[in-house]
């Protein structure tokens, strides 16, 4: 890349093997702002501490903080057993500032929500974060299907607006999909993918469509997983072994769909379903299951039983 690239200046395009590139990139990246700390809130805070980047994590009330200490400590400790933390948790952990109010953000080149799918939710509160922001600052979303351009409809600075979908367990899985829109400014998405780098993340971009591609692709082969099960085709364990051994898939669509949760693939799909049409509409078994409490991993019981 020539010295007259735009890109030169940003951090990222030197020596990034180098630790003391990746200590000045963190720098000069702090604080980045994380707005909700539950399961992905907290893992995404996780894998920014362990980049050694100052991170303030705003949640909406002390006892929600609370929870989100919890999640960031265990997983903290989780990798630091494992011989996968640059450190110990107590140290990373002295680089996180936690807020209830939206103000400390005031500082942050980079902020990425991070609450439930909730449309309506999502507008309101990207809208309050950005006008704590900088005019240059990066707001990201961490959904991982709705429309950015349904989002940022009330944003004053769209241009500097994107998605960041990471994928769950943060600290473990190496994809973050970009996701832009048509106004998104060309100098945010290369920040982006240079924080990934920094990050220990692979990239890909999309353009802005509902479900990205990892949901949209994701989303139907479970749906027709479920298909399968209530049509008596196959069992959920014979459907798993069929796609990990004869493709090779690291987990069956059934086994993913108890760990990612079915009532989160159930709104996925309801809301695909309303944009994309027939091919996602939702098989009354999922639904019997999400009436039913049978969630997956998180409720205990799924296609499969968990402790």
């Known amino acids: 890349m020539s010295s007259a690239d735009p890109r030169d200046d940003e951090p990222g395009h030197e020596d990034q093997a180098s630790p003391d590139h990746q200590a000045s990139m963190a720098r000069r990246l702090s604080p980045i702002g994380v707005v909700g700390g539950g399961t992905m809130g907290s893992g995404i805070v996780h894998v920014l501490l362990a980049a050694g980047i100052n991170v303030t994590l705003v949640e909406s009330d002390q006892a929600a903080l609370e929870r989100a200490d919890r999640l960031i400590r265990?997983?903290?400790?989780?990798?630091?057993?494992?011989?996968?933390?640059?450190?110990?948790?107590?140290?990373?952990?002295?680089?996180?500032?936690?807020?209830?109010?939206?103000?400390?953000?005031?500082?942050?080149?980079?902020?990425?929500?991070?609450?439930?799918?909730?449309?309506?939710?999502?507008?309101?509160?990207?809208?309050?974060?950005?006008?704590?922001?900088?005019?240059?600052?990066?707001?990201?979303?961490?959904?991982?299907?709705?429309?950015?351009?349904?989002?940022?409809?009330?944003?004053?600075?769209?241009?500097?607006?994107?998605?960041?979908?990471?994928?769950?367990?943060?600290p473990v899985q190496v994809l973050l999909e970009v996701i832009r829109t048509e106004r998104t400014d060309r100098s945010a998405l290369d920040l982006v993918h240079d924080l990934a780098g920094l990050l220990g993340k692979e990239t890909i971009e999309i353009q802005d469509s509902?479900?990205?591609?990892?949901?949209?692709?994701?989303?139907?082969?479970?749906?027709?997983?479920?298909?399968?099960?209530?049509?008596?085709?196959?069992?959920?364990?014979d459907i798993d072994k069929a796609m990990t051994l004869g493709y090779r898939y690291p987990m069956g669509p059934c086994r993913l769909g108890d760990l990612v949760g079915h009532d989160v693939r159930l709104g996925i799909a309801d809301y695909l379903w309303a944009q994309l049409g027939p091919r996602f509409e939702p098989p009354q078994l999922l639904r019997d299951m999400v009436a039913a409490g049978k969630l997956g991993k998180k409720s205990g019981e799924g296609f499969y039983q968990w402790d």
């Not at 591609?213 to 364990?237: F, K």
């Open 210 to 237: 509902p479900g990205f591609a990892t949901s949209r692709l994701g989303v139907l082969l479970g749906l027709e997983a479920i298909r399968m099960v209530e049509e008596g085709v196959a069992s959920p364990a």
């Open 74 to 170: 265990r997983s903290l400790d989780a990798a630091h057993q494992r011989g996968k933390l640059p450190g110990e948790p107590e140290d990373l952990l002295t680089r996180l500032t936690t807020a209830v109010i939206h103000d400390p953000l005031r500082e942050a080149r980079l902020v990425v929500e991070a609450v439930p799918e909730v449309p309506d939710l999502k507008i309101t509160l990207l809208s309050e974060i950005e006008k704590v922001l900088p005019d240059e600052a990066i707001l990201a979303t961490n959904t991982s299907s709705l429309s950015l351009a349904d989002l940022s409809r009330h944003l004053s600075r769209p241009n500097r607006f994107l998605g960041m979908h990471f994928f769950n367990p943060v």
